[in-house]
C-alpha cells in the first residue's frame, strides 16, 4: 500500500523559509524519482521540483529555481523541499507524488505566504 504523507507546511511570512517533507513507505523507495506538485488557488497543478531516485539530478520550475531545494533521504524513505525567500506566489497547496504503477499523491500541506 503506497503511502505518501506531506508534513511542513504553515503560514510564512514574505521572505521567510520552510521545509516540507514527506514520508513515503510501500514501494521500494530507492528505486524511483519524487515529485512535488503545487496547487494555488483557482490553478492548475503544476510541477515544481523533481529528484532522481539516487538525489544527484534535480529539476526546477523556472519560477523557484535558486530559492527552493529538493532532497531525499533513502535511508529515511523521505524527501524534503527546502523553500527560502517564499514569495505570495508561492502559496498553494504542495503534494509529494511518485510514478509508481500509477502515479501516487500525498494529502497535501498547505502553504501560505503571507503578511
Known amino acids: 500500500q503506497v503511502q505518501l504523507v506531506e508534513s511542513g507546511g504553515g503560514l510564512v511570512q514574505p521572505g521567510g523559509s520552510l521545509r516540507l517533507s514527506c514520508a513515503a513507505s510501500?514501494?521500494?523507495?530507492?528505486?524511483?524519482?519524487m515529485n512535488w506538485y503545487r496547487q494555488a488557488p483557482g490553478k492548475e497543478r503544476e510541477l515544481v521540483a523533481t529528484?532522481?531516485?539516487?538525489?544527484?539530478?534535480?529539476i526546477y520550475i523556472g519560477s523557484v529555481k535558486g530559492r527552493f531545494a529538493i532532497s531525499r533521504d533513502n535511508a529515511k524513505k523521505s524527501i524534503y523541499l527546502q523553500m527560502n525567500n517564499l514569495k505570495p506566489e508561492d502559496t498553494a497547496v504542495y503534494y509529494c507524488?511518485?510514478?509508481?504503477?500509477?502515479?501516487?499523491w500525498g494529502q497535501g500541506t498547505q502553504v501560505t505566504v503571507s503578511s
Open positions: 510501500g514501494f521500494t523507495f530507492s528505486n524511483y524519482a
Open positions: 507524488s511518485v510514478n509508481y504503477i500509477r502515479t501516487y
Open positions: 529528484i532522481s531516485s539516487a538525489g544527484r539530478s534535480t
